[in-house]
């Protein structure tokens, strides 16, 4: 049975826990040597499927050789840069805060995107993406990736990438524990409205375009990312200028296949954490409303998880859906941090 927590982090609070965290991680930073290294990993998208490549940057701290890692999977549009932005980075890199910590992090560039192969759009479907991310949890546990194996996974996903986690996780149970921000299995009423009207072909697109990307591959119209993205108030406007800049794209298949995951939640066993930001307006519910408000559907998102070791979720004020890129990211960081020192260590 699931051992159910509920968390709303108040603005009262957050200060608090996010005060002895960075206290904590400036204190274990000090003596940790962290070595970063490019992997590229062979993957088919089924079995026995012809062989694709995915790129991923892994980051091992000294102490954490064999130990934990996370396993980073990013959204929609999105690169492996969301999880270490390239601007203040101080600021906005989960990857340097989680490395501080001491657990080992591989961001990857999912199928399709960035610096791992692009196949024709309609080979790559949520499904494809969770049977790529079972191979890198198979790689991290057995040491192909990196040359050294992890005792503990950790898959953790944004978005898109939840939603991969989570048939990752219920359908091979070959994880530590499952971090899922950006999602939940309610859509806000206006969440589709804000962004599917927003996607375009890449060659429509003035920079994508030169990439070549085959037909079905789509992006982001320039200037929208604001608006499906961030609580606009809480955004610093070079950070949605970076965003804007180094935007990747979705294929139609992907968009196709978002509600496929939407059962199998219920198949997972082992620990798991949601993090929303307050005013996600893709995925805080039935209504228009903050994640926090009694009425969001978001309140009800345990239920979908009866079978998981342990469950909490949280939620973070004045952040928007791409949590990670909002002024107080390290207020969901240190969230994050917490649980998996609680739940899974390093």
Same mark, same amino acid.
């Given at each position: 049975m699931t051992n159910a927590i509920v968390r709303c982090f108040a603005k009262t609070l957050a200060p608090l826990g996010l005060a002895a965290f960075v206290m904590l991680a400036s204190t274990t930073a000090q003596a940790e040597i962290t070595t970063c290294t490019d992997q590229y990993v062979s993957v088919a998208l089924v079995p026995g499927g012809p062989a694709q490549k995915v790129y991923g940057q892994l980051c091992v701290p000294a102490s954490a050789v064999g130990r934990t890692v996370q396993l980073l999977i990013h959204g929609l549009t999105y690169s492996h840069l969301y999880w270490n932005w390239d601007y203040q980075p101080q600021i906005y890199s989960y990857v340097k805060v989680m490395n501080a910590a001491g657990y080992a992090t591989f961001a990857i560039d999912r199928i399709g995107i960035g610096q791992s192969d692009h196949p024709p759009a309609v080979t790559i479907t949520l499904e494809t993406n969770a049977y790529v991310a079972r191979q890198l949890v198979q790689g991290l546990r057995n040491g192909t990736i990196g040359g050294t194996g992890f005792a503990r996974v950790i898959a953790v996903g944004h978005s898109y990438g939840a939603l991969t986690a989570v048939i990752e996780s219920a359908t091979w149970n070959d994880v530590d524990g499952v971090v899922l921000t950006g999602m939940s299995h309610v859509f806000?009423?206006?969440?589709?409205?804000?962004? %599917?009207?927003?996607?375009? /072909? *890449?060659? !429509?697109?003035?920079?994508?375009?030169?990439?070549n990307l085959p037909l079905l591959y789509l992006t982001t119209l320039?200037?929208?990312?604001?608006?499906?993205?961030?609580?606009? %108030?809480?955004?610093?406007? /070079? *950070?949605? !200028?970076?965003?804007?800049?180094?935007?990747?794209?979705?294929?139609?298949?992907?968009?196709?296949?978002v509600l496929d995951y939407l059962l199998l939640s219920l198949g997972i066993k082992t620990h798991v954490l949601v993090v929303n930001g307050d005013y996600d307006q893709l995925f805080c519910g039935l209504l228009p409303l903050s994640c926090s408000s009694p009425l969001s559907a978001f309140n009800h998102e345990q239920a979908f998880y009866p079978n998981a070791q342990s469950y909490e979720q949280a939620v973070v004020p004045n952040a928007g859906h791409s949590i990670n890129l909002q002024r107080n990211a390290q207020t969901g960081f240190a969230i994050i941090r917490e649980w998996v020192d609680r739940k899974v260590g390093n």
């Open positions: 806000s009423v206006i969440g589709p409205l804000i962004l %599917l009207p927003t996607l375009i /072909a *890449v060659q !429509a697109d003035p920079v994508l375009s030169q990439l320039a200037g929208t990312r604001q608006n499906s993205f961030y609580f606009a %108030l809480n955004a610093d406007p /070079a *950070v949605v !200028a970076r965003d804007e800049q180094t935007k990747t794209t979705v294929t139609l298949t992907e968009v196709a296949t």
